[in-house]
T-cell receptor, first 116, second 113 residues
Framework: AQSVTQPDIHITVSEGASLELRCNYS??????LFWYVQSPGQGLQLLLK??????LVQGIKGFEAEFKRSQSSFNLRKPSVHWSDAAEYFC??????????????FGTGTRLTIIP | KAGVTQTPRYLIKTRGQQVTLSCSPI?????VSWYQQTPGQGLQFLFE???????NKGNFPGRFSGRQFSNSRSEMNVSTLELGDSALYLC????????????FGPGTRLTVT
């Protein structure tokens, strides 16, 4: 079965600094990969996705992520964070071996705090 | 295009009661998935409905059930509520069954006392 690991529970970054959130997945084939963001009391917003092709994907709000098959990673990056980026970030893998068991599996999330 | 809507947003129930949550997907989306989010277990998949049929199911007891209507709206029911059912219940819609690209609603915060 697929799994997702987000090794950093909490990250603090200064406003204007760069950001990298780590995500590692476990799955036998090429997975579908996603990053979502969740603000307090809100649902999840899709930031970006990787299905195939170019391993560097661009998303909304200035985020990008790079798929590295050799490292089973899909890290999220942003060159300069804004105070409004403070939220919880979830990496997810979409996988399923048979029709009818496809589902998204989520990591445990990384809480991002921005300091002035 | 309007996003996924969930009602109610907040709910307080007592142990042993039952509850029904509602989800309206994005227009044109025909699949609805439900997730439970708790601090201890994180985001866990409950089930997916597509074309009014349960297409996929997570590892939850039979107290958790759902259905989907012909307009793709979905309801989730939890019977005989337990304290551990307190959670944020998220609904996600996608174009077709089995689609991994899912768009989430704001959730229903259920508190069981």
């Amino acid at each position: 079965a697929q799994s997702v690991t987000q090794p950093d529970i909490h990250i603090t970054v200064s406003e204007g600094a760069s950001l990298e959130l780590r995500c590692n997945y476990s799955y036998g084939a090429t997975p579908y990969l996603f990053w979502y963001v969740q603000s307090p009391g809100q649902g999840l917003q899709l930031l970006l996705k990787y299905f195939s092709g170019d391993t560097l994907v661009q998303g909304i709000k200035g985020f990008e992520a790079e798929f590295k098959r050799s490292q089973s990673s899909f890290n999220l990056r942003k060159p300069s964070v804004h105070w409004s980026d403070a939220a919880e970030y979830f990496c997810a893998v979409g996988a399923g071996s048979n029709f009818g068991n496809e589902k998204l599996t989520f990591g445990t999330g990384t809480r991002l705090t921005i300091i002035p | 295009k309007a996003g996924v809507t969930q009602t109610p947003r907040y709910l307080i129930k007592t142990r042993g009661q039952q509850v029904t949550l509602s989800c309206s997907p994005i227009s044109g989306h025909r699949s609805v998935s439900w997730y439970q989010q708790t601090p201890g277990q994180g985001l866990q998949f409950l089930f997916e409905y597509f074309s009014e049929t349960q297409r996929n199911k997570g590892n939850f007891p039979g107290r958790f059930s759902g259905r989907q209507f012909s307009n793709s709206r979905s309801e989730m029911n939890v019977s005989t509520l337990e304290l551990g059912d307190s959670a944020l219940y998220l609904c996600a819609s996608s174009l077709r069954g089995g689609d991994y690209e899912q768009y989430f609603g704001p959730g229903t915060r259920l508190t069981v006392t």
